[in-house]
């Protein structure tokens, strides 16, 4: 993985944030623009970005140059590499938390097919993370690892803890509000209503005003000591800006799998039916909207084109019922933990310019749920193996061809088979139906990967490996997220379980 830098958008990122934060000050930070590539994470991250430039000038000063755009060197990559492998350390160390609150009801002889064996692989050795932090190049691990820590801390009743974690993590990357509704909710549910009646329904009486004091001032300390810095100096709307960017576009470069990729798609099909049928006038078709393929700024030529305010509309609308299933059918961490997947799944099916990447929110919590249950693993297989799929364009040279197929092939492999043997006393895991949808990814690699380039399409219409990759892996994603959702909505929970 070492050679495989220079690809990488990320890698000149980080390496202009390590500059900006090690050269000015806290003032200039977020209005610093020599690079496109301007700071717009929150302040902790740009914090950690600090920390970590006062270990890179020992490798190599140069890189810590604003003015050194897009610059490279063995030991500039060393660092960075070096950085991301050593706060992967958290990552670890969450994903032991995990696994120790894991059930134990189902017990194996193998260490192989112990749950808590099959869930620390299936984190650790997690694809998609594991090429977008360690080929491509981001600090996902440390991330997830606060994440995976914080929603271990809640399983054990920890909750201060846990709330604490998250609200840190908020001021990490602020990608993670997308599950903040199922934070919240669980938080006031389980931590400051303190009592159920016996057909678990609500005591109202229960309320502990202290309790959601406690969470009120760890929201408030954390937040002061993040963003209070610039609102003294009155820069708080500049930051606010640079971490909601919405002139970017409705999608990202390389569209995400999600509804708005079949929504443009759906566009695409219509103009070129549009002008065949002379329906519409080619004159009067957005030039980004034929030609230029996927692009951020999309037009859309004969569907209504997009606003934030729409989008945020239907990322609240697609979230609640979750948060309803949390509330009024309660079932503790795993109630918890299917509202934060269908939460992140719902804000990455709807949400504004989101990023391919942005499948992990879902993908990594999601494996604590599938070595619980049948169905939960086979929603699973089915979001891991479209969601990871959908990677594949983010490593687009020849060299990095086999290895991303090789790793992929390993992980899904392992999977399907050690799930596969955990439940291997109930029903298959996959219908006939979905397994081969999964197992037309197959010819689909083939052909973006070895055929299309063979032909002249190449030149005219280069982003057709992009748009089939999305629009394919977008009918899995949505699959799996209303299978997930019917299955929760449908679930009966027992009345002794609703109470405890």
Known sequence: IYPFYSYSTDFEVHRNWLAITHNLPLSQWYYEATSERTLDY???FAWFEYALSHVAKYFDPQMLVIENLNYTSHATVLFQRLSVIFTDILFIYAVHECCRCVNGKRAAKDILE??????????LWNFGLLIVDH???????????????????LCQKRYLEGALLFAVLLHFKHIYLYVAPAYGIYLLRSYCFTANNADGSLKWRSFSFLHVTLLGLIVCLVSALSLGPFLVLGQLPQVISRLF????GLCHAYWAPN????????????????????FLDPTKIPKA???GGLVQEFQH?????????????????????????????PQGPRGFLQCLVLCALSSFMFGWHVHEKAILLAILPLSLLSIQRAKDAGIYLILTTTGHFSLFPLLFTPPELPIKILLMLLFTVYSFSSLKSLFRREKPLL?????IYLMQLVPLEIFCEIIFPLTPWKWHFPFVPLLLTSVYCALGVTYAWLKLYVSVLTERIPVRQKAE
């Open 245 to 248: 960017p919405f002139k970017r």
């Open 114 to 123: 112990k749950p808590t064996f099959i869930l620390a692989v299936l984190l």
């Open 289 to 291: 909207s034929m030609t």
């Open 301 to 329: 030529a004969v569907l209504p084109s997009v606003t934030p305010l729409a989008t945020l509309i239907c990322t609240f609308i697609a979230i609640l019922p979750s948060v309803f299933c949390l509330w009024f059918k």
């Open 135 to 153: 080929i491509h190049f981001q600090y996902n691990g440390f991330l997830f690892g606060l994440m995976l820590l914080s929603v271990a801390r």
């Open 42 to 44: 929150p302040p902790f």
């Open 431 to 435: 219908n006939w139906l979905e397994t």
């Open 259 to 278: 509804f708005w990729a079949l929504y443009n798609a759906m566009d695409k099909v219509l103009t070129i039916l549009g002008l065949k049928c002379n």
